[in-house]
């Protein structure tokens, strides 16, 4: 199942002591969105560099996915 749960560290934001969890903290407020229990990004290819070390800093073994949009929007 695409939504059972995946690891992640859980206590990656116990104690924001860094700039690394300040910037992942600031870019899931400006760039992320809650549907019913589960969080996500929809962002431009061109920023799934910034995905990925987001996935590798919160240690997540979540696939970054990619999909088309064609509503010619963003």
Known sequence: NYYKSK???VDF???IDSEEKAYV???MYADGYIS????GFK???K???ILEKIRIALK???KIGE????????
């Open 25 to 27: 903290l600031g870019f």
């Open 60 to 62: 997540s073994k979540h």
């Open 7 to 9: 690891e992640i560290d």
């Open 13 to 15: 934001f116990a104690k």
């Open 43 to 45: 962002q431009s290819a």
């Open 36 to 39: 019913g229990k589960y969080f």
């Open 67 to 74: 999909y088309i949009n064609n509503n010619g929007y963003g």
């Open 47 to 49: 920023d799934k560099e």
